[in-house]
């Protein structure tokens, strides 16, 4: 079992539980042994955009022979103990993080750019997938949030199989490779000068978060998720 904790910066205590095996995404320094940029520099230097779709990355290409496969938040994680998680995946298909919404199309557009979802949107369905299905899905209040994500491993690899492709549809038809892209996407709508410039440049973790709700809804009920306590900590800057 791999549970990996995403951090992008230091903080002052990072567990060593026998669960998480602490992680670094981006470019700032911590002490945490797994560092992302090791493996996909390119990646990680662009970490504001992508969030936790690096450490995803990284397990495609890198993590094997795990019967368990997870990624929490060390600002948000599971309390759950190694025993339990894999009592739960008897029965559930993932333990999952979960916001009510209103709609997720409503929601989105609401709190961000919208072009990315839209595209999102029209690339999958030129993959395939079912037009109503996904109408019925966007406009329903689930959102499977904070890309916390933890399931038997070919689950997990079935997700990625199916995100990671679309997302990189996503990046050559809106054409945004840098942060810096990003920001100058981003303040043709808030502004140049906007205090949350940063936040909205996240563009691929935003939609990454929506791409997973939508393969597990496309694929699963709701019901099949496990949705546990969560110990919250307090976030850390972004950038």
């Not at 079992?1 to 700032?28: Q, S």
């Not at 072009?115 to 109408?135: A, H, Q, R, S, T």
Request: proline share 5%; charged share 20%; glycine share 4%.
């Amino acid at each position: 079992m791999k549970i990996f904790c995403a951090y992008h910066r230091p903080v002052d205590n990072i567990p060593n539980d026998g669960v998480r095996t602490p992680v670094l995404l981006g470019m700032h320094n911590a002490d945490i042994d797994l560092k992302i940029r090791d493996y996909l520099p390119e990646i990680s230097q662009q970490n504001l955009l992508y969030n936790e779709v690096e450490l995803e990355m990284y397990i495609h290409k890198y993590v094997k022979d795990e019967d368990i496969i997870g990624v929490t938040q060390y600002s948000c994680y599971p309390d759950l103990t190694y025993d339990q998680i894999k009592d739960i995946l008897q029965t559930k298909v993932a333990i999952c993080h979960l916001d009510y919404i209103g709609s997720m199309i409503t929601q989105y557009y609401a709190c961000h750019w919208k072009e990315p979802f839209n595209i999102m949107l029209d690339v999958l369905k030129e993959n395939g997938v079912n037009e109503e299905k996904l109408n019925t899905i966007i406009h329903n209040p689930v959102l499977f949030s904070r890309h916390i994500f933890i399931a038997k491993y070919d689950t997990f690899m079935s997700y990625l199989n199916f995100a990671l492709p679309i997302l990189e549809q996503i990046r050559q038809r809106l054409n945004i490779n840098t942060v810096e892209d990003a920001k100058a996407a981003v303040a043709n709508q808030y502004g140049p000068n906007s205090s949350i410039l940063n936040y909205q440049s996240r563009i691929y973790g935003f939609v990454s978060e929506r791409l997973f709700s939508i393969w597990f809804l496309l694929n699963y009920d709701e019901s099949d998720a496990y949705i546990p306590n969560y110990i919250i900590s307090k976030k850390l800057p972004l950038g």
